[in-house]
């Protein structure tokens, strides 16, 4: 403890916001305790209070937080890969691997975020970068949609269509405790043949 009071104010915050992240993702934001988050991340629940003044605007910050690690990994993921086929299902795999990883993303995904204000607008926002980060990933492809006046709004609509299918995906992989591999296998297998002709080039091959 006294080692944690030594830690500069963002650095607690970051530590509570990690704990919370874990509590949402094994108990579900409405049976996390505030308490238990607090014992978590080596402070009292006072000076999580300091921080966050309720449980709603601290499940916002955690919703902003795995948002915000997604897109990030599934980026650094995509960076790699010159081919705008091979960047897509490096996005895919990517996408599969954390949310393995990061209950907290699980809940992002599929999870219930309750009627509260603050929670449903960091949600909305969530949905609303990953939506613009799936659509810049296939503007990359010069072919995708070429010629559409509409280009970027119908690649935001195609994002969008592409995140119900990975949620559905994520939901069943949970259910049924799938790898994260056959997941992406899975996803590939569904969405590539669209992407392709969207851009106007053969599927890929079995």
Do not use: C, W
């Not at 926002?125 to 070429?146: D, E, G, K, M, V």
């Amino acid at each position: 403890m006294e080692k944690r009071r030594r830690l500069k104010p963002e650095q607690r915050r970051a530590l509570i916001v990690a704990a919370a992240a874990a509590e949402f993702g094994r108990r579900g934001a409405r049976d996390a305790r505030m308490e238990d988050i607090a014992r978590a991340a080596g402070v009292t629940k006072a000076v999580v209070y300091d921080h966050f003044a309720s449980k709603e605007e601290l499940h916002a910050e955690v919703l902003r937080k795995a948002s915000d690690d997604l897109v990030t990994h599934v980026t650094e993921a995509v960076l790699g890969e010159d081919a705008p086929r091979e960047r897509f299902h490096a996005a895919l795999r990517a996408t599969f691997e954390i949310v393995a990883r990061r209950p907290d993303i699980q809940v992002l995904l599929v999870g219930q975020t309750g009627p509260e204000r603050s929670v449903h607008r960091a949600a909305v926002r969530a949905q609303r970068s990953a939506r613009r980060a799936i659509a810049t990933l296939y503007l990359l492809n010069p072919l995708f949609l070429r010629g559409r006046r509409d280009r970027q709004r119908r690649a935001e609509h195609v994002a969008q269509a592409t995140m119900g299918t990975l949620n559905a995906l994520v939901a069943l992989g949970i259910e049924q405790k799938l790898a994260p591999d056959y997941l992406a296998d899975l996803a590939i297998r569904v969405l590539d043949p669209g992407m392709a002709v969207m851009a106007g080039q053969p599927p890929a091959p079995e």
